[in-house]
């Protein structure tokens, strides 16, 4: 009997450990250290393009806290149903990522219309990015972000 008991309390054990290396395992997806910036990004279910071709260097926290050091401002355009959107990257960027989404944003602003708004938030809704700014909220195909733009 006092057997039977060791076997069980061994079995409950080894089923806590395995399920709790997954899940730092799993906690774990985005801190790969030898990854890209975009790889990052890729690993989060987002497009790399979200990152302008350049990144000097990038910071992942253990807390998802993500910041990224760009060589200079970068403005690229982005043109979804005849209508071209201009994105600007200042030369610090940051934000919080986790899977499907980006939020807290700094460093990034939109142009719509005369108008520079900032970005909050960036989530993967199935084939599309919603970017959600300071007053709306713009979705964009996930193809239209699947390369990295060059700055202008």
């Not at 994105?87 to 610090?92: A, Q, V």
Request: proline share 5%; hydrophobic share 45%; with cysteine.
């Amino acid at each position: 009997m006092a057997r039977k008991h060791l076997l069980l309390a061994v079995a409950l054990m080894a089923s806590i450990l395995h399920a709790s290396s997954t899940a730092a395992a799993a906690a774990n997806l985005t801190a790969d250290p030898a990854a890209t910036a975009y790889e990052v990004l890729q690993q989060n279910n987002l497009p790399p393009g979200l990152l302008p071709l350049g990144v000097q260097s990038y910071v992942l926290h253990p807390g998802g806290a993500l910041e990224v050091t760009l060589p200079g401002e970068c403005n690229f355009f982005v043109t979804v149903g005849g209508k071209q959107f201009t994105f600007r990257y200042g030369t610090s960027v940051s934000g919080v990522i986790k899977s499907g989404s980006i939020s807290r944003i700094s460093g990034v602003r939109l142009q719509v219309e005369f108008a520079w708004l900032g970005i909050n938030e960036v989530t993967r809704a199935g084939n599309e990015l919603n970017i959600q700014l300071e007053k709306s909220t713009q979705s964009f195909p996930i193809s239209a972000f699947a390369q990295s733009p060059r700055c202008n």
